[in-house]
């Protein structure tokens, strides 16, 4: 049996069919217009609102660019698209810098930058250490991003709920095709799990009132609600009648 386990380039997948197609037309529109008048904002006030101009740009390429899968840089970066994404990139990683300072900027813009110019994608069926075996640019970003946590973690003290959402997020449906009818997606362990840590998350939250507490059960609600979207079947299976003997 082979052992299933997700890769960096599953994962930006997993999260853009989490999200359906018709919030990220609205979502990245409204960025857009946000964009749009940060610009205006920008020409008229000058330096002073920079840090909007950046959060606006950021949003809007989150939403455009969520999941994206680029093919190696060397053909990528020759397309109008790949130009885009790269200053993208720049542009989150400035605001990062901005808001959050040099670690933020490093973890995160150095994840996405990995993620351009990393080796090949996980073969379907490919064990995950195989994969990060071949592609230590993988293991690379996967630090980052775990360095990234634990900063965060340290510096917030809110050790309990991004321990909530890390573990929702392990306990996501690793086999992006897998479809399955609502009622047995509801009734798997996982879920029961997840639910779990929503109610831990809100026990925390009442415990220790704050914005992100408050907001850290929803999150988790959120992607579980996301993920059993994601892995429910549209119809019922048709049933598989054997083929005649002759």
């Known amino acids: ?54 959060t606006t740009l950021t949003m809007a390429g989150f939403w455009i660019f969520v999941g994206e899968q680029p093919p190696p840089a060397r053909t990528y970066l020759k397309r109008p698209q790949g130009i885009l994404y790269l200053l993208w ?50 293991v690379v970003s996967m630090l980052l991003l775990f360095l990234y946590v634990a900063w965060l973690a340290w510096t917030t003290g809110g050790w309990v709920p991004i321990s909530c959402i890390v573990a929702t997020f392990l306990l996501a449906e690793r086999d992006i095709k897998a479809r399955r009818r609502l009622k047995e997606n509801l009734i798997k362990r996982s879920v029961a799990a997840r639910v779990g840590l929503a109610a831990a998350a809100g026990l925390w939250a009442w415990s220790h009132p704050s914005y992100w507490n408050a907001v850290t059960p929803i999150i988790i609600l959120i992607l579980l609600s996301s993920d059993i979207y994601l892995h429910t079947s549209s119809q019922e299976e048709p049933l598989a009648l054997p083929h005649p003997q002759s």
Not at 99 to 104: K, N, S, T, Y
């Open 1 to 54: 049996m082979i052992e299933q386990r997700t890769s960096p380039e599953e994962m930006r997948e997993l999260m853009r069919n989490m999200v359906p197609a018709w919030m990220r037309v609205l979502f990245t529109g409204v960025s857009l217009l946000m964009v749009a008048f940060a610009v205006v904002s920008f020409l008229k006030n000058g330096v002073r609102s920079w840090s909007f101009l950046l």
């Open 89 to 138: 990139i720049a542009v989150f990683t400035a605001w990062l810098l901005h808001d959050g300072g040099w670690i933020p900027a490093v973890c995160l813009g150095g994840a996405y930058l990995l993620g351009l110019i990393g080796g090949e994608h996980k073969h379907e069926g490919e064990a995950w250490w195989r994969y990060y075996l071949s592609n230590p640019l993988a």
